[in-house]
């Protein structure tokens, strides 16, 4: 069992320019959420997807936004990219249920993105 | 509004000492608490969680932690450290009074560094 994958592990932008992350959850999950730390800070909760609809959003602006696939894997889009979004983003796939955050998440390695 | 602390930046031990990472939160209905550990260039791993029953929980690599509701706090510990420990650890905590809401707040993180 791969566990949960996330890709690019890297990437460089420049303000104004728009980016794609992509995951792939752990076998037989179907949630997936993604959320950004920044440096020296917890992971803050950007959306969950179940059953290819957004379920619950954080405050983030409308500029982030997702997608999930048949298959369960998701992407997270980000347009008009700001300096202050550069972070970890990080996806956490769920085991089978409505309840995505009571069981236990299992997180990707996450995708380092940096904005110049 | 639910919120989570972690009051110490950072925690140093011995090894074979036993190690205590402090979390308090804050919730309008009774809570559902997480640990979660993050090595270097690696996602959180998820370590344990209280939902309700025992105060008392006990986890994956010998950790456990106590839910003291008088106390509003989920300390993790262990009996003696290991050097292998030394991470970053996130608590992690969702309000059941949230209206469904399955946004779970984590917060800064704690540095564990277990001397040898």
Do not use: M
Request: aromatic letters at 12%.
């Amino acid at each position: 069992d791969a566990g949960v994958t996330q890709s690019p592990t890297h990437l460089i932008k420049t303000r104004g320019q728009q980016v794609t992350l992509r995951c792939s959850p752990k076998s037989g999950h179907d949630t997936v959420s993604w959320y950004q730390q920044a440096l020296g800070q917890g992971p803050q909760f950007i959306f969950q997807y179940y059953e290819e609809e957004e379920r619950q959003r954080g405050n983030f602006p409308d500029r982030f936004s997702g997608h999930q696939f048949p298959n369960y894997s998701s992407e997270l889009n980000v347009n008009a990219l700001l300096l202050g979004d550069s972070a970890l983003y990080l996806c956490a796939s769920s085991p089978v249920g409505a309840s995505g955050v009571l069981n236990e998440q299992f997180f990707g390695p996450g995708t380092r993105l940096t904005v110049l | 509004a639910q919120s989570v602390a972690q009051p110490e930046d950072q925690v140093n031990v011995a090894e074979g000492n036993p190690l205590t990472v402090k979390c308090t939160y804050s919730v309008s209905g009774n809570p559902y608490l997480f640990w979660y550990v993050q090595y270097p260039n690696r996602g959180l791993q998820f370590l344990l969680k209280y939902i309700t029953g025992d105060n008392l929980v006990k986890g994956s690599y010998g950790f456990e932690a106590e839910f003291n509701k008088s106390q509003t706090s989920f300390h993790l510990k262990k009996p003696s450290a290991l050097v292998s420990d030394s991470a970053l650890y996130f608590c992690a905590v969702r309000d059941t009074a949230s209206g469904g809401s399955y946004i779970p707040t984590f917060g800064r993180g704690t540095s564990l560094i277990v001397h040898p």
